[in-house]
């Protein structure tokens, strides 16, 4: 059972680049989201799903496209990567109805 | 939106020592969690906890869901305790399962 698994660990990209964050996760939960952490700040919803083929915004969703085709699936799409991009993002999953999340290890992103 | 305030914001400990960190939020919540934040960045579960006390090993977290307080505890502090504690919130709505963070408690353990 890995749980939730991210990848790239670290990514390095040019301004007006495109990316994408994978995410998966083995747990079969309905529920996955991401979440992006800036220093000294705690973290921020920016997407999420509720299950397969539906997705929704969160808090910060400028910028960033996601889709989700499948329950162990859901990857996070940046269509032209800006600095203020620059962040941790995380994903996490969870059954529904307020359960416990758990996170993947995170992505490490540096847009310059 | 619901506020969630973590207080100290840091916290130095000398190795072996106790302390006790606190959560609060501004409205009812379904949910509560404590993660711990190493210093390589991982987010480790610490505890599900709504309402109630729970234990696990030196670490303690009671929830006051009427008073909107959460608190956890760390007993004989080791070195690897240290990183950052988040408390993140839930509340349930028709979107799903939405966690408001707290900015956390930096925390140093020193030899």
């Known amino acids: 059972n890995a749980g939730v698994t991210q990848t790239p660990k670290f990514q390095v990209l040019k301004t007006g680049q495109s990316m994408t964050l994978q995410c998966a996760q083995d747990m079969n939960h309905e529920y996955m989201s991401w979440y992006r952490q800036d220093p000294g700040m705690g973290l921020r919803l920016i997407h999420y799903?509720?299950?397969?083929?539906?997705?929704d915004q969160g808090e910060v969703p400028n910028g960033y496209n996601v889709s989700r085709s499948t329950t162990e699936d859901f990857p996070l799409r940046l269509l032209s990567a800006a600095p203020s991009q620059t962040s941790v993002y995380f994903c996490a999953s969870s059954l529904l109805g307020g359960s416990e999340q758990f996170f993947g290890p995170g992505t490490r992103l540096t847009v310059l | 939106g619901i506020q969630v305030e973590q207080s100290p914001p840091d916290l130095i400990l000398q190795e072996g020592a106790n302390s006790t960190l606190r959560c609060n939020f501004s409205?009812?919540?379904?949910?509560l969690q404590w993660f711990h934040q190493n210093p390589w960045g991982q987010l480790i579960n610490l505890f599900y906890i709504p309402s109630g006390t729970k234990q696990n090993g030196r670490l303690s977290a009671t929830t006051v869901a009427t008073e909107r307080y959460s608190l956890l505890y760390i007993s004989s502090s080791q070195t690897t305790d240290s990183g950052v504690y988040f408390c993140a919130v839930l509340i349930l709505t028709g979107g799903g399962n939405k966690l408001t963070f707290g900015t956390g408690t930096q925390l140093k353990v020193e030899l």
């Open positions: 799903s509720v299950g397969a083929g539906i997705t």
């Open positions: 409205d009812s919540v379904n949910n």
